[in-house]
């Protein structure tokens, strides 16, 4: 830290070399305009000129209005560097409840094969869709009372975010399939994971989300690949109403009428059962 210390505060100052060491002892290598005023006790037209020159200086990268990344001293000559992008997607949630979810969750728990590059975040506060250091960021509006099923994710020793756990995860991607790459890479994920989900916890978050479709389809996969017991099946079935949906909402409406579980099998058993050789 002295190191650190010492050659900033030769380049910019002791305000500026202030503000540097008191966000790395913070561990908030993405920062914000309100942080530095609130470090320095700068105005925030006096914060703005301070965090410019820093980027001058090949200290600070900006990564959209108002938001940017620390270059790491052990970079050398480097003048740009882009933080994790989940630690990002934290500060573009602001104070509001947020975790990392759907497609990033799915890739985070490694129930997927294929890369995602698209980083979803479900908040209780509304965010636009945007890009912001090379990464495409989706959030996903939710209520107060859909805040749950969620732990922490380390990026390293000292940071972390929140994230979805693996059973909210499958819930999700199970409302939302298009946040994932459809039905099948849902299955894909409940298959490889079905030794370590817990069944039970899986169908209490369907019933507290209490979303029909959900509902249905939890337990159409529960039931095809045989990892849960009567009584958990029954307790989704008694659930569901006379209304027919679509196994998979992104493919056409095609495909055999399934009646115990008012499902529309546009994906068709066989297709779901490839994923077993995975």
């Not at 006096?46 to 990268?61: C, D, E, I, Y």
């Amino acid at each position: 830290m002295n190191k650190i210390h010492n050659s900033q505060t030769k380049t910019l100052g002791p305000r500026a070399a202030q503000l540097i060491v008191e966000l790395n002892e913070l561990r908030r290598s993405t920062f914000t305009l309100a942080d530095v005023g609130s470090i320095t006790g700068l105005s925030a037209s006096a914060a703005r000129n301070l965090v410019h020159k820093a980027q001058q200086r090949g200290l600070v990268t900006r990564l959209k209005p108002g938001l940017y990344n620390l270059v790491p001293f052990e970079l050398g000559r480097a003048t740009e560097h882009v933080d994790s992008p989940y630690l990002i997607a934290r500060e573009l949630a602001g104070a509001a409840p947020y975790f990392l979810s759907h497609g990033t969750a799915f890739e985070l728990h490694r129930m997927v094969t294929q890369p995602n590059f698209t980083i979803y975040v479900s908040c209780t506060r509304r965010v636009r869709p945007q890009t912001v250091g090379g990464y495409d960021f989706r959030f996903i509006h939710i209520t107060d009372k859909q805040e749950f099923g969620i732990i922490k994710h380390w990026i390293d020793k000292q940071r972390f975010v929140m994230i979805s756990d693996m059973e909210r995860t499958i819930i999700d991607g199970l409302r939302h399939p298009a946040y994932v790459g459809g039905i099948s890479e849902v299955a894909k994920g409940l298959w490889m994971k079905r030794d370590t989900l817990k069944v039970e916890r899986l169908v209490n978050y369907a019933q507290r989300l209490g979303v029909g479709a959900v509902i249905r389809r939890l337990g159409y996969l529960l039931e095809h690949y045989e990892l849960a017991d009567a009584p958990a099946l029954k307790s989704l079935h008694d659930l569901i109403t006379a209304t027919y949906l679509r196994l998979d909402p992104l493919l056409p409406a095609e495909g055999a009428y399934l009646s115990r579980w008012r499902l529309q099998l546009n994906v068709t058993p066989e297709e779901l059962d490839t994923v077993r050789l995975t």
